[in-house]
């Protein structure tokens, strides 16, 4: 796998200070200091190793089932006229993208010589695939989540206790995605020497946004060789992902980042309306400022306190992005669209029974823009289904009528 | 000289700093309670401008800048309320907050009001050292304001060397590796304190986060130049029904 290579000469990765254009950095305070700069010294020489690739692929493949597949989807290429492609993150172990991260992640916690493992989870996805590795590895675990997403994503709950980890509920704030990395980010700093805390998208501190994005970028490059075999052709002409925080979409985007030919779109949840005031569609909604110790596009109040967003959505239920995306935005290497929960709604209900697939909500964003993208016959798309839509069932239920 | 130094010079031992949210528990006590503050026999005052996703803050003070945001209070309020302060209190005052607020206020715009008010000294714990050397000192200096860096029990020799360095004012020592307002035992802690004083530093050291009553507070000066204490401090005035004799009980109880 490719997930150490050299991205020093692109305008799009992130810059040996940490930064993506303005956008990076690590507003830490001091307590998380030693922490972070271990990380950040030690994490591209760590996934360079050939015994860590070595692993981290043999894991991939034979634990998460990798690689995903790349689904041509007829009968939805049919309707949309336009060669439709899935790329079946929602076929991995635990159901989504976010499993890729784990694995890395926790190779990497144990070559830091670290016992415990932190983290947060919004759809429970991250959670789920944190717990899940922590008990392959032994490790002890403890995930946040907002009180709000307990109710919302049950069955990811039960799966986390199952699997052996304790979930703490965070009733802070919006009592979601960003109040339980908030509470994740106080227990690191409660327990800096043996914890690591495995952040679940290409958000925190530099060297998070780059190291998730590599460990995610799996994605593009099975695409590229999958494209390759099926059309003749690597790139794709279009690749669609939603963002929360933008870990599949990081991953999706990943090796096309400088193949300027492929449009890259980035769909986020506008909620009820990206005007209503319930909504998380942060391009449209946010300006510059920092969440998580990282500055990027955040949606806030005129005097900078975070504001609460909105989405059905749990896992785009989140008022930042990560700054690799804010970067995509203001450069405009990528297309900003959003999608509305009624929309996702619609969409999830057709590829259900267009193809006999359940998509997760968030990646239902990401299907809902095909009706809105000026698409040609001949044009190739590929949508990152980053996961299944099990957890949201009792949402699809309600709203089924 | 900046009210900072001047206190140092005057009174290098015992200090007690006693930190409080502005607008909390009312948008309008703030000035009641740094007045409190004052004639209670405190060294200097740290307002906290409430954040709503203050990260380095246990829950005690997360509720109280909850509540201030709730009150209204905000950065350009804060300005409005500390207009004229300057008649009535003479205690070195620190503004403590998180940077979002302040970049969105703008760097110069915020230390430019925090000059005109007469405020002392900053406290960014997430601002980086590299940012602030290489974007904003020299306003911090046009405004002969103090920005007061962090130190934990985790930070490295070279590293306390070098925040010791960029830091004016004094050294704000993490008591423990934990967010504000945890019981750690401050006996753990001692070692950390004595190797700090070796290290003669070129700023004074105050200790801060867990101090919360006269021995704690005594545990930390036997080290140190003096101590910060917050959530003890706003755990005490939170349902305050009479703030004056709070403060005044609460203060007494540490130094009496
Ligand atoms: C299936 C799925 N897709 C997408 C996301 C959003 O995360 P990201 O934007 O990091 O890909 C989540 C998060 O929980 C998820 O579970």
């Keep these: 796998m490719d997930i150490a290579v050299n991205t020093s000469h692109s305008k799009y990765h992130v810059n040996d200070k940490g930064y993506y254009g303005r956008f990076g950095g690590a507003y830490i305070p001091e307590m998380l200091y030693p922490n972070v700069e271990e990380l950040k010294e030690q994490y591209l020489q760590i996934i360079s190793e050939p015994a860590f690739q070595a692993e981290f692929d043999q894991l991939l493949t034979d634990y998460v089932g990798r690689p995903s597949p790349l689904f041509f989807a007829k009968r939805l290429s049919e309707k949309y006229k336009a060669k439709i492609y899935l790329k079946r993150e929602d076929l991995n172990h635990t159901g989504a993208h976010k499993v890729n991260n784990t694995i890395g992640q926790i190779l990497l916690a144990q070559r830091l010589g670290k016992k415990k493992i932190i983290a947060e989870t919004g759809a429970g996805q991250h959670g789920v695939a944190t717990a899940t590795v922590c008990a392959l590895m032994g490790l002890e675990c403890v995930v946040y989540m907002g009180s709000i997403d307990i109710e919302r994503q049950a069955p990811n709950v039960a799966r986390m206790k199952m699997l052996g980890a304790t979930v703490v509920p965070a009733t802070s704030g919006s009592k979601t995605l960003k109040d339980a990395t908030n509470e994740a980010i106080r227990h690191w700093i409660n327990h800096p020497v043996d914890t690591h805390y495995i952040i679940g998208s290409v958000v925190g501190p530099h060297p998070y946004p780059d190291m998730v994005a590599r460990f995610q970028s799996v994605v593009s490059e099975e695409m590229r060789k999958q494209l390759l075999e099926k059309t003749g052709n690597a790139n794709p002409d279009y690749v669609i992902a939603c963002v929360g925080g933008g870990s599949n979409a990081a991953g999706a985007f990943f090796h096309y980042l400088d193949e300027e030919a492929v449009k890259l779109v980035a769909v986020e949840a506008a909620g009820k309306g990206v005007n209503s005031g319930f909504s998380a569609a942060t391009s449209q909604l946010g300006k510059m400022g920092i969440i998580h110790a990282s500055k990027t596009l955040l949606m806030q109040t005129e005097d900078g306190q975070i504001v609460e967003p909105h989405s059905i959505s749990a896992g785009l239920d989140y008022p930042g992005v990560g700054p690799l995306h804010a970067h995509l935005y203001e450069t405009g290497r990528a297309q900003f669209l959003n999608a509305t929960d009624d929309e996702a709604l619609a969409a999830a209900y057709e590829l259900s029974l267009l193809e006999g697939i359940i998509p997760a909500l968030e990646s239902a964003h990401a299907l809902a823009k095909l009706k809105d993208l000026p698409l040609k016959p001949e044009d190739v798309v590929v949508v990152c289904l980053s996961g299944r839509g099990d957890k949201d069932l009792e949402t699809y239920i309600k709203h089924l009528k | ?256």
Excluded: W
């Excluded at chain 2, 000066?221 to 910060?228: E, H, P, V």
């Design chain 2, 1 to 256: 000289m900046n009210r900072i130094d001047q206190l140092f010079s005057n009174k290098p031992k015992e200090i007690l700093n006693i930190y409080c949210t502005a607008g909390f528990p009312a948008l309008n006590d703030t000035l009641t309670i740094m007045e409190t503050l004052q004639q209670s026999g405190v060294d200097m005052i740290e307002l906290g401008m409430p954040f709503s996703d203050p990260l380095a803050d246990g829950p005690v003070i997360q509720e109280s800048s909850t509540r201030a945001i709730a009150n209204g209070m905000r950065v350009s309020v804060l300005f409005e309320q500390l207009k004229g302060f300057r008649d009535r209190i003479s205690l070195p005052v620190i503004l403590m907050g998180y940077m979002n607020p302040v970049l969105q206020f703008g760097v110069e715009n915020f230390c430019q009001k925090c000059a005109e008010t007469g405020v002392d000294g900053i406290i960014l714990p997430d601002l980086p050292m590299d940012e602030f050397e290489t974007e904003y000192r020299p306003i911090f200096e046009k405004y002969d304001l103090h920005l007061i860096f962090l130190v934990t029990p985790e930070t490295s020799e070279a590293r306390i060397r070098k925040i010791d360095a960029v830091s004016t004012g004094f050294v704000y020592a993490v008591s423990s590796s934990s967010t504000t307002g945890k019981d750690k035992d401050m006996g753990d802690q001692q070692a950390y304190f004595a190797r700090l004083k070796e290290m003669k530093l070129k700023n004074p050291v105050l200790i801060g986060f867990g101090i919360k009553d006269k021995q704690t507070f005594a545990a930390a000066c036997a080290n140190s130049n003096g101590a910060i204490i917050g959530s003890a401090f706003v755990k005490a005035i939170e349902n305050s029904t009479n703030l004056q004799s709070s403060i005044q009980s609460f203060v007494q109880g540490i130094k009496g």
